[in-house]
């Protein structure tokens, strides 16, 4: 998924790219993540001035990712905006008062633009996702399920100052 300068400034329209980004290497190592689906990248490139190219549109997937309270898979869709604007040429090496600070000033005649998308996912994904909101999560002592029934287990919190007193009256 390149974007090429002299094409897009050649040309009578945006140009589309309707691609699925593979973004798995992206979210190795998160133990919270089962699986993801490719991301399915739906953009349009267009020239917004002299060697200046906006690319804006939708990205849209899906990820199998762990409840955080009681570790139930849970399916999760997320649509996400992507916009950037890339400038060909060096970048200044003061910037300009009135100069974009989103600008992505590139040196190569195109761009790559899956480590933006793939940037742009993980900027995207939630921290935690739960299975309902009313989720009850694990026992923290023998780690039932306590959206599935209570346990027999005593959870009560006793004041460590005053943890010595919890016997006085046997």
């Known amino acids: 998924m390149k974007v090429h300068f002299r094409k897009i400034a050649n040309a009578d329209g945006p140009m589309h790219f309707h691609e699925n980004v593979d973004v798995s290497e992206a979210v190795k190592g998160r133990k919270d993540i089962l699986t993801v689906s490719p991301l399915l990248a739906d953009l349009d490139a267009l020239p917004a001035a002299a060697d200046l190219v906006t690319v804006e549109g939708k990205l849209s997937g899906d990820a199998d990712m762990l409840c955080a309270r009681c570790l139930t898979p849970v399916k999760t869709h997320m649509d996400i905006p992507f916009a950037e604007k890339f400038k060909w040429g060096k970048e200044p090496a003061e910037p300009e008062e009135d100069g974009d600070d989103d600008l992505i000033y590139v040196t190569d005649e195109a761009v ?16 935690s996702v739960l299975c309902t909101p009313g989720c009850k999560g694990l026992c923290p002592t023998c780690g039932h399920n306590l959206n599935e029934g209570a346990c027999s287990c005593d959870n009560t919190v006793i004041d460590p ?3 010595g007193l919890k016997d006085f009256f046997k």
């Open 112 to 127: 790559d633009l899956a480590p933006y998308v793939q940037e742009s996912y993980l900027l995207h994904l939630p921290l």
């Open 161 to 163: 100052r005053l943890a």
